[in-house]
């Protein structure tokens, strides 16, 4: 990531970034960061500029937490998500870029409002599920899911910020489990303090309901003077809903704070509940709930944004963000094709057909397909993504990546399976021409 000149004043004693962005005034601060008000002197837009100083990160071992935060939001493109534009470094600060919110946290809404009408807890939890399970859909978990992390815009629409806590599906251990104790005490899902491992999809889906129940509340489900014995309640699921909850509502909480995660309602089963569903909103002032061309829209490959881009060039690496970063490149196979989505998942299938027993298929759609080994080795069986992106109407990237197993079984598999199986496909250089030029990666991104 390239080296960033540092703000300088210009003859009006306006602050500007690498000629970019005009800085404003302090929106916020925090132990390790501000966040500024910002102009891009390029569209004219505000956006926010969250400035994090890198010394105080390294110094309290703060920079794998800020490395994830920036690779969950570059992956997580959706309405009620706060977007990352970019991000830029000088040798001293980590510059955030994004999108800017103007209406404060949920937290500060309800302590200065009390308890919202079902009507409106209802509005603001079906975009908060809906932005929850896209996240799930990717393969990431929030794990601090709170009001103070889920922000308002001036029409009143909600977006979930601060992923530093977060994990990927790749944090998986054999188990299939996450086993890191974090996030905020009073939405913390029980499984998560038992400390015997949890389901982070599972966890988020807690600390939704706890979410739910101050909205409808005004206060917090679970509360005892000391620590201690507030995670006993949380163990036990002890607690009561205010009879001001219709009957609908109290099931729906009931289901959502369930201490077995086992027994806990899915997203599924949750979006399908009466309470959920009751006074449909149209979809002019509801944007959060999906609508049949949303559903096939997902049927195509996804659109890659910017940061997806950049994560498939050959060098991207965050840790050049940091002076002691460590270099943390992920094994895996990118190529590009002009062939449609339906021609490479062919392909896939013919390449697990030619090896019966050896490899099935256990998930598929128009644009990601999984192939799973049947024998289990001491790493676990090896498992294997592959993920399709548009990145111009012709053009797609494959992208494939180990998902499980012995790391020198998938590299054999890359090499002795997969690339003759797409070879043919694999759009190369040499196949440019006058009449079909290279699409350059700064175009792709919008950049000038």
Known sequence: MDELAPTSPTSEGRSILHGRYELGRVLGQGTFAKVYLARSLCTGKNVAMKVV??????????????????????????????????VMATRSKIYFVMELVHGGELFSMICRSGRLSEDAARHYFRQLISAVDFCHSRGVYHRDLKPENLLLDNAGHLKVADFGLSAFAEHVRPDGLLHTTCGTPSYVAPEVIGNKGYDGAKADIWSCGVILYVLLAGFLPFQEDNIVAIYRKIHRGDFRCPPWFSSDARRLVVKLLDPNPTSRITVAKLIETPWFRKHSIPKSVDPELPTASAKKDKEEPEILNAFHLISLSEGFDLSPLFQNGENRREEGMRFATKEPASVILSKLEDLVARAPGRLRVTKSSASSVRLEGHDRARKGRLAVAVDIFAVAPSVLVVEVKQDGGNTVEYLQFCINDLRPALKDIIWTSSETNSTTPPVPAAALCGVQ
């Open 53 to 86: 100083g890198k010394e105080k990160v390294i110094k309290v071992g703060m920079t794998e937490q800020v490395k994830r935060e920036i690779s969950v939001m570059k992956m997580v493109s959706h309405p009620n998500i706060v977007e990352l534009h970019e």
